[in-house]
Structure formats: C-alpha cells, structure tokens
C-alpha cells in the first residue's frame, strides 16, 4: 500500500513564475492537509481538503496561494507569481475521515531564486 | 488558540546517553499529543501518541506521558543511538469545527554523537 506521494520532490523557480505542487494521498483516504515548514522552523497549517471542497483555509496566505482537491487526481497547491520568501518544503498529510491520524508525504522542497 | 511549545534545539547527546525533549502545550479541552521525527531529507513519521490524560505513548524505546496537570508531554529514551540523530516536533490535534489541522512545536534537532 503505497504512502502519501508528492511531486516533484525539489522544485526550482525564478521569481515571478510559477509553482504547482501535487499530492497522491493514500489509497482510501480522502482527506488532504498542506503545511509549510520555513526553514529551521516547526509545520504551519496552510489548507485542509476534501473531495472537490475546501473546508478549512485559515493558514493560506491571502493572495496569490490556491489549493485543489479534484473528484480525479492529485491536490494541487498552487502559487502564483513565486517570491523568494515561498521558499520552504511543503508537506502533504493525508487522512481516511476527520480526526483520523494524519499521514505524511516526502514533502516538495521548493527553492525560489 | 493551541500552541506548542518545545525545547530550544539543537540537542548533542553521546551515544547512550538519556535523552529528554520537554514539550508542553496550550489547548482548551483535551486535544490528542503527538511526536513526530524527521529524518534529514524526509517528511515527517509518526513516532508515538497519546489520546488522554495519563496515557502514555511508547515507540523504538521512545516514551511520552501525556500529563494534563502540567500540560506537558515530554519525549524521553533511556539510551539513544546514533541513528536518533533527527529533528522531533511535539504537536496536538483539537477537533472542533472546522479545525482538523495538527499544531506543531519549532522542532528540536538531535544530533548522536559515537
């Protein structure tokens, strides 16, 4: 049974560009978290999905931060128009139902220049 | 709102030494406890957990006693290994509406020395 994956695992982009990251949860989980870890610093909650919903968003910034979860396919975080401080690795946690333990993906290591 | 909060890093401990990471949190209720390790270039593992007061969650000789009088809920090991070397983040879990997101701590990275 394959783990939580994400894609690709180091991202590079210029500023100005660009990033989407992709997360495969689980097989049979159909609950998705993001978070941000900022370098030497602990995971903030960005985003909690469900199936084609967005249920909580409290912890994504305003502008140019988006996050899917399609009926088919992976969740995407999207971030438009990069800047240097979106440098971070960004973690996928994937869950069977509300309150059920969360598991972790890699993370996407995204590096703006 | 929750918040945890941990030891001050990094931590340099000799092979089979004791190993403390204290961790205490800020909840209203009773949220489930959670540590966490990352190993350098990986995401984060499920190390051991505790769901109530006095539980105590245990894993690779690891220990956490989640005491709701201190609000604490320290990671301890009776004697590390080099292959400990890692950051470990205590986090917690409060389901209330709308809120499904674990809280973390900044992280404590231990590093084993031979």
């Known amino acids: 049974n394959a783990g939580v994956m994400q894609n690709p695992r180091h991202l590079v982009r210029r500023r100005g560009q660009e990033a989407r990251l992709r997360c495969s949860p689980m097989?049979?989980?159909?609950?998705v978290y993001w978070y941000r870890q900022l370098p030497e610093e602990g995971l903030k909650f960005m985003v909690y999905?469900?199936?084609?919903?967005?249920?909580?968003e409290s912890g994504m910034p305003k502008e140019r931060f988006s996050a899917e979860f399609p009926k088919e396919g992976p969740s995407i975080l999207r971030i438009q128009q990069v800047v240097r401080g979106d440098s971070a690795a960004y973690f996928c946690?994937?869950?069977?139902?509300?309150?059920?333990?969360?598991?972790f993906g890699p993370g996407t290591r995204l590096t703006v220049l | 709102g929750n918040s945890v909060t941990q030891m001050e890093g990094p931590v340099t401990l000799s092979e089979e030494a004791f190993l403390t990471i204290n961790c205490t949190y800020t909840a209203t209720g009773y949220p489930s406890l959670f540590w966490y390790v990352q190993y350098p270039g990986e995401g984060l593992q499920l190390l051991l957990k505790a769901t109530k007061a006095d539980d105590k969650g245990s894993n690779k000789g690891f220990e956490a006693t989640y005491r709701k009088e201190t609000t604490s809920f320290h990671l301890e090991k009776g004697s590390v290994q080099v292959s400990d070397s890692a950051v470990y983040f205590c986090?917690?879990?409060?389901?209330?509406?709308?809120?499904?997101?674990?809280?973390f701590g900044q992280g404590t990275r231990l590093t084993i020395n031979p």
């Open positions: 986090a917690l879990f409060h389901p209330s509406l709308g809120a499904q997101k674990l809280v």
């Open positions: 097989k049979g989980h159909s609950h």
């Open positions: 999905l469900q199936k084609e919903n967005i249920i909580d």
């Open positions: 946690a994937s869950s069977s139902g509300q309150g059920d333990e969360q598991f």
